[in-house]
């Protein structure tokens, strides 16, 4: 068996390497048109912000290594530029020669990736740059180090433009723009999560343009002048992080089906229309886990599982892909953001119909020292009694929390069986009552009617609303929102007389107990009450975020 792979990387290398492991006699070769065959490209960031020191800690294996581990012929700065399905042939062109030769194959794995999207092409200059391999991570690097820009502008708000935002800022004196054309940076969280995360940036001295494109780039004495759809800036450097287009002209050509993105069709295979002709990665359509529609979540840990998918199916060994629930998370300073399945905003835009909590829980027991909040916001189906999506952010104990609830969301574990997990504790790591635990809780309050729950977005929209703040006289005072009244909970049962029972009160704490426990009072006396989830913490990033 003769087996040609495109591209190298978390999907080429790692399709590879499975396929040796199965089968010792196969014939292998890998093309990569770079020079680099295996790279830590989630690493590229780091290696830019000299957290990661040397250019040789990025690269994971090498042609050689290949060879002499495994026994797979590795041809770098080797481009396939046609296939020919018919002869089950590819067209192969040297990058340094333009040599062309011709390589037969019994299955071809395409694995090209994606491109950065530049739609500034056509201005040439050393620097716009965009982040794609270790070349141009060491470029970047090079350029701020020899150069020492004053003003930096990062086009694009995402995973990629926020980190490399954070790594320029650990050179101290350059001045770091983010420009958005959305309302808000990282696409997949939700604007009241987004607000602490832009919230954090702020105080990082990461400036922030968002709902706000970029029309034209015209460079001017060395200076690039940025024409927004609303304003204008200068920059000394840009680099371009909108997002990223499948790289699949090649299967275009050869009539292997596309979507309208361009990004290549597989079966849960991965098996494209071609049976001998395998795809994965970031070049291809796959299926969202959550809506079961096609998606495109470009992503290195579904590239791995893709891979072995790939090798097992070549291998004889039937292996299907069930799909991408989009897991990921982000270092932002000191804090930690992370998201699984799908957010608010994706459920409004796909009909799909949910509820949500927001609960704002110490990562460990408050009497160990260190003990810090974080937010976590949960979307669920009551009807099917399952999550949906999680987004969670904090300190510390942030990649514990959302690997749980994804592995909950993955095994479709019933909501109710939330409050019966298990999990790890010691007052360094957790609570006797674990987050993921109170989550169960929190839910099975609002499923049984225990309580109604209220978001911010809800209060600010009600005319006139009745809001009681629950927690003591100092805290009030010292912040508070502008409708609310204040009694404390521990004072509330003597002073229940002093409430409306013929209006609706809208209930709020620090982070959402004591408002509950408020509620509980105030409904066993006869009242109408709605919890505000999040309590005061989320209102205050919500406020300091819409006042920037």
């Given at each position: 068996m003769k087996v040609l792979i495109v591209g190298g990387v978390a999907g080429g290398a790692t399709t590879a390497t499975r396929l040796r492991r199965?089968?010792?006699?196969?014939?292998?070769?890998?093309?990569?048109?770079?020079?680099?065959?295996?790279?830590?490209?989630c690493g590229l960031p780091y290696y830019i912000g000299d957290v990661i020191k040397e250019k040789k800690e990025l690269l994971l294996q090498t042609p050689k290594s290949f060879k002499n581990r495994f026994n797979i012929d590795v041809r770098i700065k080797n481009e396939v530029v046609k296939i020919d399905r018919d002869k089950k042939q590819v067209l192969v062109r040297k990058v340094d020669s333009g040599e062309e030769y011709i390589e037969t194959y019994d299955t071809l794995v395409l694995s090209p990736g994606a491109e950065p999207i530049n739609p500034f092409k056509l201005l040439k200059s050393e620097k716009i740059a965009t982040l794609r391999n270790v070349n141009d991570s060491v470029k970047i690097k090079e350029y701020i180090q020899k150069n020492n820009p004053k003003n930096i502008v990062i086009i694009g708000g995402g995973y990629i433009g926020v980190e490399v935002a954070e790594n320029i800022k650990h050179y101290g004196s350059i001045n770091v723009t983010i420009v958005e054309k959305a309302p808000h940076v990282i696409a997949s969280i939700d604007k009241d999560i987004a607000s602490f995360v832009q919230n954090r940036l702020r105080e990082n001295n990461i400036n922030l343009i968002l709902s706000n494109g970029v029309r034209q780039i015209k460079e001017e004495n060395n200076i690039f002048n940025i024409l927004l759809d609303d304003g204008k800036i200068k920059a000394d450097y840009i680099i371009l992080s909108i997002g990223v287009i499948p790289e699949t002209s090649i299967a275009k050509e050869a009539g292997i089906t596309l979507n309208s993105r361009g990004s290549i069709i597989v079966d849960e295979h991965m098996r494209t229309n071609d049976k001998d002709i395998y795809?994965?990665?970031?070049?291809?359509?796959?299926?969202?886990?959550?809506?079961?529609?096609?998606?495109?979540?470009?992503?290195?840990?579904?590239?791995?599982r893709q891979a072995r998918i790939v090798a097992n199916n070549i291998c004889g060994l039937d292996s299907k892909y069930n799909g991408t629930m989009g897991s990921s998370i982000l270092k932002l300073f000191d804090y930690t953001l992370a998201t699984t399945g799908v957010s608010e905003e994706k459920c409004k835009m796909l009909d799909i119909n949910y509820k949500k909590i927001i609960i704002t829980p110490f990562c460990h027991a408050t009497y160990y020292p260190g003990a810090s909040e974080m937010i976590v916001k949960v979307i669920y189906s009551q009807k099917e009694k399952k999550l949906l999506g999680a987004q969670v952010i904090g300190k510390e104990g942030v990649d514990k929390?959302?690997?749980?609830?994804?592995?909950?969301i993955r095994s479709k574990i019933n909501i109710y069986d939330l409050e019966d997990l298990e999990l790890c504790y010691a007052p360094p790591f957790s609570s006797a009552k674990s987050v993921v635990n109170i989550v169960g809780n929190v839910i099975e309050n609002e499923i049984n009617g225990l309580v109604k729950n209220i978001f911010w977005e809800d209060v600010e929209n009600t005319d006139t609303p009745y809001v009681l703040d629950a927690r003591t006289k100092g805290e009030y005072e010292s912040g508070h929102f502008s409708e609310a009244i204040n009694i404390p909970v521990d004072e509330l049962r003597e002073n229940i007389d002093k409430l409306d029972k013929n209006k609706e009160i809208l209930v709020y704490c620090k982070t959402g107990v004591r408002s509950y426990i408020a509620c509980r009072i105030l409904i066993q006396?006869?009242?109408?009450?709605?919890?505000?989830?999040?309590?005061?913490?989320?209102?205050?990033?919500?406020?300091?975020?819409?006042l920037k």
């Open positions: 199965l089968d010792e006699k196969a014939q292998i070769i890998i093309f990569e048109r770079g020079e680099h065959i295996s790279f830590a490209n795809a994965l990665g970031d070049a291809v359509e796959i299926k969202n886990y959550i809506t079961n529609m096609p998606d495109y979540i470009p992503l290195a840990g579904p590239a791995n929390v959302s690997d749980i609830l994804a592995t909950v006396n006869g009242f109408k009450v709605k919890n505000i989830m999040g309590g005061y913490n989320l209102y205050k990033e919500i406020e300091k975020d819409r």
